[in-house]
């Protein structure tokens, strides 16, 4: 099982900046990959940002060069620095994970891979 809290949002100015953290709590085993997604108005849930394990990166076309996403492993948290916020980056943004559980008993042992998600943080920028 994985928890995952995000923190952080909140109300920005137009090209200002804010910092996101998710933590990730639980029994899991590693979180192999970590990232953000956001729900725009109308849209369907989409990725900002992934990093994975081995901090290798994935960003949205619409945020590159502004958003920079980051880990810390030993803490099991992962950061989404926004900066240059436009008005069009207002929605709740979502922390991800992808996760690997160990489940054991006398009758069964094995590893499995799950996603998790956040309950959301607000961001909102002002015009």
């Known amino acids: 099982q994985v928890q995952l809290r995000e923190s952080g949002g909140g109300l920005a100015d137009s090209g200002g900046s804010l910092r996101l953290s998710c933590e990730a709590t639980?029994?899991?085993?590693?979180?192999?990959?970590m990232g953000w997604y956001r729900e725009l108005p109308g849209t369907q849930r989409e990725l900002v940002a992934t990093i994975s394990q081995e901090k290798s990166t994935n960003y949205a076309d619409s945020v590159k060069g502004r958003f920079t996403i980051s880990r810390d492993n030993a803490k099991n948290t992962v950061y989404l620095q926004m900066n240059d916020l436009r008005p069009e980056d207002t929605t709740v943004y979502f922390c991800y994970a992808d996760g690997t559980l160990y489940y054991a008993s006398h009758v069964l042992q094995t590893y499995a891979s799950h996603n998790f998600w956040g309950r959301g943080t607000q961001v909102t920028v002002s015009r």
């Open positions: 639980g029994t899991f085993v590693s979180l192999e990959v």
